[in-house]
């Protein structure tokens, strides 16, 4: 298990850093949030002057959500759960089917307190990345905490993944 201890003002600075990143390569950036719903957006988007580098940010939480903002296909659903990476990776293609954007974040997960299972504990996300054009990049994580922490943690990681897909 992960756990660290992330505050507003380090999520504020990797936030900054990924919006120098996005500027300096000309990129825009769509968000496709499910259990962050909508944080990584907000964290972008408290950057002043994000106009000129974030395009926008879709919060699907629900399954029809999932499918109809994103295209993501009920058979992976039924057959793999929102939390998979067959999921992902349709949120992230999905995210830049849908926007003008040229590089994408997408994360789903369980940050409970509920929802966990054998398989798929609480804690328990998984993380794409794509650019316009490209094979998208996941990565699964099992955090540690609380509801808040699984979230923050989420944004934080999603951000980090960005600097390194841009640096």
Request: with cysteine; charged share 20%.
């Amino acid at each position: 298990m992960q756990k660290a201890a992330i505050d507003d003002a380090a999520l504020a600075k990797l936030a900054e850093r990924v919006g120098r990143l996005l500027a300096a390569h000309h990129q825009m950036l769509v968000t496709a949030e499910s259990c962050t719903g909508g944080w990584i957006a907000k964290t972008i988007t408290d950057v002043g002057g994000s106009s000129a580098w974030f395009d926008c940010g879709l919060a699907a939480y629900s399954y029809e959500a999932k499918q109809a903002l994103l295209g993501v296909r009920a058979e992976t659903l039924v057959r793999h759960g929102a939390v998979s990476a067959e999921t992902v990776v349709e949120m992230v293609s999905g995210a830049l089917i849908h926007s003008g954007a040229s590089i994408a974040v997408a994360v789903t997960g369980i940050a409970g307190p509920g929802g966990g299972t054998v398989e798929k504990p609480v804690g328990t996300v998984w993380i794409a990345w794509k650019r316009r054009g490209g094979y998208p990049r996941t990565q699964i994580f099992h955090f540690a905490g609380d509801r808040d922490s699984v979230r923050r943690q989420t944004v934080a990681a999603a951000l980090n993944g960005l600097e390194g897909v841009l640096g």
